[in-house]
Nanobody, 115 residues
Framework: QVQLVESGGGLVQPGGSLRLSCAAS????????MGWYRQAPGDERELVAV???????KYADSVKGRFTISRDNAKNTVVLQMNSLKPEDTAVYYC?????????WGQGTQVTVSS
């Protein structure tokens, strides 16, 4: 059973930065994409950023220019660098790895942006 383990969440002031990492417990084969989603209380889970195995990247409009996604294919890890954080970025952030036959979700890490 593959597990995705997220780290790097926490409390930060508006304008601050956080770096989220997601690592797989073992090698995952046939990865199509790796990405980050978030869910705030009362809201649906939404895409934040995704990167395909070929390197194509998509960001939510709300984070463009502030967040950067990167991945290490050999290590099955994906990183989300979050800068200029805003209170509306507060949510539980989840990583997702998609393969040809399965989707693997992490357990989530809380990000709180507050003064």
């Amino acid at each position: 059973q593959v597990q995705l383990v997220e780290s790097g969440g926490g409390l930060v002031q508006p304008g601050g930065s956080l770096r989220l990492s997601c690592a797989a417990s073992r090698t995952i084969f046939s990865i199509y994409s790796m990405g980050w989603y978030r869910q705030a209380p009362g809201d649906e889970r939404e895409l934040v950023a995704v990167i395909t195995i070929g390197g194509s990247i998509k960001y939510a409009d709300s984070v463009k220019g502030r967040f950067t996604i990167s991945r290490d294919n050999a290590k099955n890890t994906v990183v989300l660098q979050m800068n200029s954080l805003k209170p509306e970025d507060t949510a539980v952030y989840y990583c997702l790895t998609k393969t040809g036959g399965n989707d693997y979700w992490g357990q989530g890490t809380q990000v709180t942006v507050s003064s």
